[in-house]
């Protein structure tokens, strides 16, 4: 069965220090979404992608992210700057029905900023 | 207004029980309303879907119950295993947008 895959899957970083994370939708998906839960709480939007373009983004989805599509098969979202309370599992989620429908998660990346 | 209501918060069922678990909305334009389920260490996975135009889904022992005029949901686990113990969410959506608002989750701890 087709998976969304996500690299790393755990990521420490400094805080300040610009990262990363990587994500392969399912191939024939047109909906990219990213979500982050810290740790023992609900998952919560960041922001979604569709045609090349930021859809919708949440309040948490700051200056300091931003999210790019760079070839045909990727889809990143970056952070600046890091903080402490960015430290959570980032989730990359894909669908293929439209908005939001059967969204498809990858593993999850955990950042943890230190 | 775009909140979703989970509870219980923690659920403790005996192997082959039934495991029930609630959500509540208020917004109206929801109308796609889907449960995940997230193992430790593991992205939530799609588990089942409703629409608001039918009353129950069924797939194998995972049954949706919706209640539109009451604006809740619930997920019904038959015949519970311990392979079943795992974290629940639900989740709620409009059509014009591709935004999951989660619940907070239930920890569902089947005892064998």
């Known amino acids: 069965e087709p998976e969304v895959t996500q690299t790393p899957s755990h990521q420490v970083t400094q805080m300040g220090q610009e990262v990363i994370l990587r994500c392969v939708p399912i191939?024939?998906?047109?909906?990219f979404y990213w979500y982050r839960q810290i740790l023992g709480q609900k998952v919560e939007f960041l922001v979604s992608?569709?045609?090349?373009?930021?859809?919708?983004k949440s309040e948490i989805f700051d200056d300091q992210f931003s999210v790019e599509r760079p070839d045909g098969s990727n889809f990143t979202l970056k952070i600046r700057s890091t903080k402490l309370e960015d430290s959570a599992m980032y989730f990359c989620?894909?669908?293929?029905?439209?908005?939001?429908?059967?969204?498809?998660f990858g593993q999850g990346t955990r950042l943890t900023v230190v | 207004q775009q909140q979703v209501k989970q509870s219980p918060q923690s659920l403790i069922v005996q192997k082959g029980g039934i495991s029930i678990i609630n959500c509540a909305y208020e917004?109206?334009?929801?109308?796609?309303f889907p449960w995940y389920q997230q193992f430790p260490g593991k992205g939530p996975a799609l588990l089942i879907a409703?629409?608001?135009?039918?009353s129950e889904k069924k797939e194998g022992r995972f049954t949706i119950s919706f209640n539109k005029s009451a604006k809740q949901f619930s997920l019904h686990i038959m015949d519970s295993q311990p392979g079943d113990s795992a974290t629940y969410f639900c989740?709620?959506?409009?059509?014009?947008?591709?935004?999951?608002?989660f619940g907070q989750g239930t920890t569902l701890q089947v005892k064998p």
């Open positions: 917004n109206t334009a929801f109308d796609y």
């Open positions: 191939s024939n998906h047109l909906y």
């Open positions: 409703i629409r608001p135009d039918v």
């Open positions: 989740a709620a959506s409009r059509s014009n947008t591709g935004k999951l608002i």
């Open positions: 992608f569709y045609n090349n373009e930021i859809s919708e």
């Open positions: 989620a894909s669908s293929d029905l439209g908005r939001g429908r059967r969204a498809f």
